[in-house]
């Protein structure tokens, strides 16, 4: 990159990640204007300005997004798995999703990134785009969408502690009491729905906790350097020759019944989570911060149990309106504290 490059990039951190991440030009990065001083122009701009204003809601938005794509990821894994087997589904997902990230870097020119960034993109390939699908696909083999789902609703408090270590950053002490009992709901939800025991499945699952939300955060930080749709998309060229290669070995070893169900959710789990719902994601979260952006994921569980009953005739516990009711106020207790 070049030398000016890298200021702009150091002004647009200075401004603020909501102006940065929705990849709308500040005024600090914007060139003066014809009788105005260098260097005044961010002064300049009156607490009401559009782009200020707008940018954290645009933000908020982009990671609903992102959550609404993510809560079809375990429906559409279960359609495939009608027709594939589990590292098929792993690999296979990747690689069409790769097909088409690289085809969007090679047909934009988008130039490589530094080197400096090759260890975050590595973090952000391992945890997102090998390490939570292959562990949530093996989970699913023992576990149903809907328990699966309350299960990673752990997922916001395990990405607001990473980003805590990681990013030295200090969410209040309102916003942890509010995540805490999110999560202290989810959990209830899911040991009542296990019966008290927890099986297998629930170790993949915790362990897909993990590796997910060191990528959601290191895939963050990312998206204030590179625009977000890049960091995924650099992610999953680099993870690219070991799926492909696992593809090749999935697919010689593993049964394949191409139904309509199993292409379909290959298709959204390749093109929907994978790349398109990781996009929006990470814009989002560097709009509005990791922290307050992965609250908005204690959602995805209660959004994942509705498509589990109109898509896989999964039946809806009676208990799941009190836990989203619970877990919608503490999404806006959360959203309402400064981190």
């Known amino acids: 990159m070049r030398h000016n490059d890298s200021a702009i990039a150091t002004e647009r951190i200075a401004v603020g990640a909501a ?24 002064a300049d701009i009156p607490p009401s300005h559009p782009v200020a204003s707008t940018a954290p809601a645009r933000g908020a ?30 690999m296979l997902r ?39 699908p292959l562990l949530t696909t093996l989970a699913l083999q023992t576990s149903t969408t809907s328990h699966a789902a309350v299960v990673v609703g752990l997922l916001p408090l395990t990405t607001a502690a990473f980003s805590a270590v990681r990013t030295g950053a200090r969410p209040s002490r309102t916003f942890w009491i509010a995540s805490l009992a999110g999560a202290v709901v989810v959990i209830g939800f899911a040991v ?3 019966g008290g025991a927890p099986g297998k499945g629930d170790l993949f699952l915790f362990a897909a906790l993990l590796v997910c939300a060191a990528g959601y955060t290191e ?13 995924i998309g650099w992610a999953l060229v680099l993870a690219l ?3 492909s290669v696992g ?38 979260m560097a709009a509005i911060g990791v922290s307050k952006a992965s609250q908005l994921q204690l959602a995805q569980p209660l959004l994942t149990l509705v498509w589990s009953v109109l ?25 309402r504290t400064r981190g």
């Open 19 to 42: 102006v940065e991440g929705s990849g709308t030009v500040s005024a600090a990065t914007a060139p003066p204007t014809a009788g105005t001083a260098p260097g005044a122009a961010a």
């Open 61 to 90: 938005l982009l990671a609903a997004l992102g959550v609404a794509a993510f809560s079809l990821t375990f429906p559409g894994t279960a359609w495939a798995l009608e027709g594939m087997g589990p590292w098929t589904v792993v």
């Open 94 to 132: 990747s690689v069409l999703a790769a097909v088409l990230a690289g085809g969007c870097l090679l047909v934009l020119r988008v130039r490589v990134p530094e080197r400096r960034h090759w260890a975050g993109i590595a973090v952000v390939a391992g945890g997102v785009v090998l390490g939570f």
């Open 192 to 194: 009542q729905q296990s």
């Open 219 to 231: 895939g963050a930080r990312l998206a204030r350097h590179l625009p977000g749709w890049q960091v």
């Open 241 to 243: 020759p070991l799926t």
């Open 247 to 284: 593809a090749a070995v999935a697919l010689a070893s593993e049964p394949l019944r191409l139904t309509v169900h199993a292409v379909c959710g290959l298709l959204w789990l390749a093109f929907g989570s994978q790349f398109l719902g990781l996009v929006v994601w990470y814009r989002g």
């Open 311 to 335: 898509l896989l005739g999964e039946h809806l516990p009676p208990e799941a309106p009190v836990a989203a009711v619970a877990v919608l106020v503490c999404i806006a207790v959360t959203q």
